[in-house]
């Protein structure tokens, strides 16, 4: 190549090209050096390139004497008529020729980086819609745009995607960016999201933006349909309407995707399998599985086992799922290596009870393949570094002020009821036997793997009534009691239809006829009536049990069951609850000091008296009671919404944020609606909403799961839109100093704080690491040191920290930012580039691989029905090879400050020529061998492009094929016994540089 080069600039090669007429002659003429020999010339048909002057049929005429003088003659003249095209040849060869500077090399290793990262926006997404192009696309910071292009490359290799950026970063409008693509390509789509966010986030969204695609409200004629995650398993029409999806839907989006982390039971023919495996068998169609793109902030609340439910729902339990594409021949033990290698970075003093920490599992995740592999996750603190970059003013973000404490005394509060309750938990059998729950414990019949199974899930509902019993206490006294007062009919009810012998009969009559049993059975009936009346079907979630876990309890056979056992510690329970009511019943609200504290802030507070904020309590019955006390308490411009709530939830939800949702204070007050300034809700409004007309938020109650507590923050702490901002600032002027300025208080009992979490850990068998002060997971516990470490990882967790692949495209759209021609540029480079600088460390040496890997394109399939294998489908990869510890690395967090470049870093290249072909072979064969998954796992015959592409440079066609033979029959031998193969392979690539005893080390 370089010869040639020299002889176009010298003179000696020059190039034309015939636009006048079509031309499709081909001649070859030579003219010997010495006269006697004389001029020959080949006419015909074969074109000069490697098949057609070495394997292509041709017919070609060889001509001598002086017929060449005619044939030049002709040639002549044509050429006189052409246009001088050598100084674009010139370039298109000097491109393969010039010496390239690092940072050429290390912009193009970026760009190729990205973009087997993300899908690169076509024609029809730059378009704009006056041409007919996406609607949604234009409306899109750049940091969503890049959202929709990761997810769609993800799913286009895997037929799934996470989306799982940060709180209130907008994950709904890439959302829909991803429907008016999969519509666009004339796919059916099926949404699922909660009740709340499909009437009040999704659908007002789909009207504004993507009103042709229809699908609200079962729209006609709409490639769209829209459901509540309710609806899968309800009655009437859905099982229907659900078989249409398995039928019709080739995609199914799912927003707030947490929602189906727990698998549930899979069904019986007693009873209906749980959500999840409904919603799994939804997945796969007539025409195999679906797409499936998963929308959540969290996708791990507890455990790493969230993570791997979800993937479970489109791998189909399939465990060498991702053997192809990522290297992984068991999802179910790669999660068990990442949670092994968590519990090492946890420390050797963590406990295997210890709740999942966040924090560290994001670390370990960070690095993981299939977590990259699958997951869009960008921090918060990403976002806002882009924006700024960019010079966006689209959206911007408000300042979270550190978390207030609002004190207050569970003693004051409950007086001798904390010492009842800490007796009661410190028993052999904590707080309840609860054995209604948990029969199993008293089988007595042969054990088996589906009992065995069983007995585990009661023992786990059991613990998981009583940690709510304890939650239930910390929230509010009135929650505890309304616990109480349910388990204690339920505990009868069981006892009255087990109580079978005279004596079991005796005893349940006398319990119930001491007079303050009987009083007490006859309040706590009229209680339940008076003040909730039949409970809604959405109610049993507020006890924290799931209805799959708490299913109705059926008789129990003696023969079977030790019934006189668990009628004896049913008796026992009983005199429990009698104890906690007879004490709960000298409880008044005005002995209630944590509602004093709240009344106390609402009224001294200069903000919380003048404007709008946001109660957050675990539990509807504490949110009822607040809601009443508050009314009392002379607190104005209230509402309350729970799972229970009757009538049109959005219209709440509009009357408290208005100018979020659509409204305005004017227009609210045009159809007569009076605004809400104090709303009290549970956790039914924590995810999806934009409540952020309110900059102030209240936790009632104590948290026990960081995740919650991002949760309920990330309703005020959300983007701001500048339109929204301006309007509700012209319309409230008093209000402008406030926005953009998040306060929120945690209510915690300082004083009986540690009593609390010693219970929790002996009802659950869990640790808590949680923090006095802003009651959040932190690695020291309760220690005066606990406060700023504590905000500290709150902060982290919630804004996130840049990571280093996050940091590498920041550092790309800068670099672009900078050079508006840089990417063209690079673009316009040839597939193979090369250059060098010095390395950071004296002495070291190190060589660096970028590579383009093809992919199986999940999107494409052949007539045939296979998958091709497409370069748009796959990924790129970086290789370090270090020379002194022959190694290869492969993470480009750990390559990226070594090859980092400036415009103006010199070109320095000291390993030679040949030296860099032999390690250009050795990651090649990493590459096949270890880097490469795509390549293995049964797929013996890979496209003959990619084999035929291995950098085997200045080789003979007889070598080039006998390698391809040999690299052929390593695949067809997945790897098995190909020492020898190998061996060749390496002895024949180092021939070709001209070196001796073939490769070595690593290079095996």
């Known amino acids: 190549m370089p010869a040639i080069v020299d002889a176009i600039r010298s003179g000696k090669i020059t190039c034309r090209v015939y636009r006048k007429e079509k031309f499709h002659a081909k001649a070859y003429i030579t003219h010997a050096r010495l006269e006697v020999v004389g001029s020959s010339a080949l006419v015909g048909s074969s074109n000069l390139t490697f098949p057609g002057i070495s394997e292509n049929v041709e017919l070609n005429v060889q001509i001598s004497g002086r017929q060449v003088g005619a044939l030049q003659d002709w040639y002549e003249a044509h050429w006189q008529e052409a246009e001088d095209v050598t100084p674009e040849v010139l370039h298109t060869f000097e491109r393969h020729t010039r010496e390239y500077t690092p940072f050429e090399v290390y912009a193009k290793a970026l760009q190729e980086f990205f973009r087997g990262h993300e899908m690169t926006a076509g024609e029809w997404e730059l378009a704009g819609p006056g041409n007919g192009g996406s609607r949604m696309y234009p409306v899109l910071d750049l940091y969503q745009k890049q959202g929709y292009q990761a997810v769609m490359q993800i799913a286009r290799q895997h037929r799934a995607a996470f989306l ?134 969290t996708p791990i609340n507890n455990s790493l086992d969230d993570l791997r439910h979800m993937v479970e729902l489109f791998t189909r339990q399939q465990e060498d799922y991702f053997k192809t594409t990522l290297g992984i021949h068991s999802v179910r033990g790669h999660f068990i290596r990442i949670k092994r290698d968590l519990k090492e970075l946890s420390g050797p003093d963590e406990d295997e009870s210890t709740e999942t920490n966040l924090a560290e599992a994001e670390r370990v995740l960070s690095a993981d393949a299939l977590f990259k ?38 003693k004051k509060t409950c007086g ?113 009536l008076e003040l909730w009346g039949e409970e809604g079907e959405e109610d049993a979630d507020e006890d924290l049990v799931t209805p799959e876990m708490l299913e109705a309890v059926t008789y129990l056979e003696r023969d079977e069951y030790k019934v006189e056992e668990i009628f004896n510690d049913t008796l026992d329970d009983l005199n429990q609850i009698a104890e906690f009511l007879g004490e709960l019943s000298k409880f008044e609200p005005k002995h209630d000091d944590k509602l004093k504290a709240l009344v106390r802030l609402l009224k001294t507070d200069p903000v919380l008296r003048e404007h709008k904020v946001l109660i957050f309590t675990e539990f509807a019955d504490t949110a009822h009671y607040l809601k009443k006390q508050l009314d009392q308490a002379g607190i104005k411009g209230m509402a309350q919404i729970d799972s229970g709530t009757k009538g ?133 516990l309760l220690t005066p040191e606990d406060d700023y470490d504590a905000l500290r990882n ?77 370069e748009e489908a796959g990924d790129t990869k970086w290789y370090l090879y270090d ?76 070598d080039r094929k006998a390698i391809e033979a040999l690299v052929q029959k390593c695949l067809n031998a997945k790897g098995v016994g190909c020492e020898e193969w190998e061996k060749e392979i390496d002895d024949r690539v180092a021939a070709l540089y001209g070196l001796k005893g073939g490769a070595s080390g690593p290079f095996r």
């Open 648 to 780: 049109d939830r959005s219209r709440i939800i509009r009357r408290f944020a208005p100018y979020y949702n659509g409204a305005s204070s004017a227009e609210l007050a045009a159809k007569g609606t009076k605004e809400i300034r104090v709303l009290i809700s549970t956790d039914i409004l924590s995810e999806g909403l934009n409540l952020q007309d309110a900059t102030r938020v209240i936790n009632y109650d104590l948290h026990w799961n960081p995740v919650r507590l991002m949760q309920r923050i990330g309703r005020v702490d959300r983007r701001m839109s500048p339109d929204v901002e301006e309007r509700l600032v012209a319309d409230h002027p008093e209000q402008k100093d406030l926005r953009g300025k998040i306060v929120y208080w945690n209510f915690l009992p300082p004083d009986e704080l540690e009593e609390l979490l010693r219970l929790y850990g002996r009802v659950s068998n869990k640790v808590l690491r949680i923090s006095k002060t802003f009651g959040i997971e932190g690695k020291k």
């Open 794 to 870: 709150f902060n982290e967790a919630y804004e996130g920290t840049t990571t280093p692949i996050e940091t590498m495209h920041l550092e790309f759209q800068n670099m672009l930012k900078n050079d508006p021609g840089l990417e063209a540029r690079l673009q316009a480079l040839p597939g193979r580039v090369f250059s060098g600088k010095k390395h950071p460390s004296k002495g070291a040496k190190a060589v660096f691989f970028c590579y383009r890997i093809p992919r199986l394109d999940q999107s494409a399939q052949t007539e045939g029905g296979e998958l091709p294998w497409t």
């Open 883 to 958: 020379l002194a510890g022959e190694s290869i690395i492969e993470e480009p967090s750990e390559t990226v400050n070594l090859i980092r470049s400036k415009p103006d870093t010199p070109r320095h290249c000291k390993i030679e020529q040949q030296t860099l072909g032999v390690l250009n072979s050795a990651a090649v064969w990493q590459l096949v061998r270890e880097g490469s998954p795509g390549l293995r796992g049964g797929y013996s015959e890979p496209r003959k492009q990619f084999i035929l592409s291995l950098p085997v440079p200045e080789a003979s066609a007889a």
């Open 164 to 297: 799982c950026d940060g709180v209130g970063l907008g994950k709904t409008f890439i959302g829909l960016m991803v429907i008016e693509r999969l519509i666009h390509d004339r796919k059916n789509v099926a949404l699922f999201a909660p009740k709340t966010t499909r009437l009040d986030v999704w659908e007002p969204a789909l009207k504004k933006y993507l009103t042709y695609v229809g699908g609200v409200r079962g729209g006609d004629y709409s490639r769209l349909s829209v459901f509540s995650h309710t609806d899968i398993g309800r009655g009437g029409d859905f099982p229907y309407r659900m078989e249409r999806v398995k039928e019709w839907a080739d995609a199914i989006v799912i927003d707030e995707a947490h929602h189906f982390r727990n698998t549930g039971i899979k069904g019986t023919a007693e009873k209906a399998p749980s959500r999840y495996w409904q919603l799994f068998d939804l997945i796969d169609g007539p025409r195999g599985p679906k797409q499936l793109f998963m929308l959540t902030a």
């Open 373 to 410: 592999g699958l997951v869009v996750q960008r921090s918060r603190a990403y976002v806002k570094e882009s924006q700024i970059q960019e010079g966006a003013t689209v959206a911007s973000f408000p300042t979270r002020e550190p978390p207030c404490v609002a004190d207050y005394s569970v």
């Open 416 to 528: 001798r009821l904390l010492q009842i309750v800490d007796e009661a938990f410190d028993k052999v059998q904590p707080l309840f036997v609860l054995g209604m729950y948990y029969p199993l414990a008293y089988y007595t019949g042969p054990e088996t793997p589906e009992l065995k199974w069983e007995a585990g899930r009661q023992k786990q509902v059991v613990r998981l009534i009583r940690t709510g019993f304890l939650k239930r206490f910390e929230s509010s006294v009135h929650a505890f009691t309304c616990s109480c007062d349910r388990l204690l009919l339920k505990l009868l009810a069981w006892a009255e239809r087990h109580a079978e012998t005279d004596s079991e009969k005796r005893r349940l009559e006398r319990w119930k006829r001491q007079p303050q049993h009987a009083d007490l059975i006859g309040y706590v009936q009229e209680r339940q």
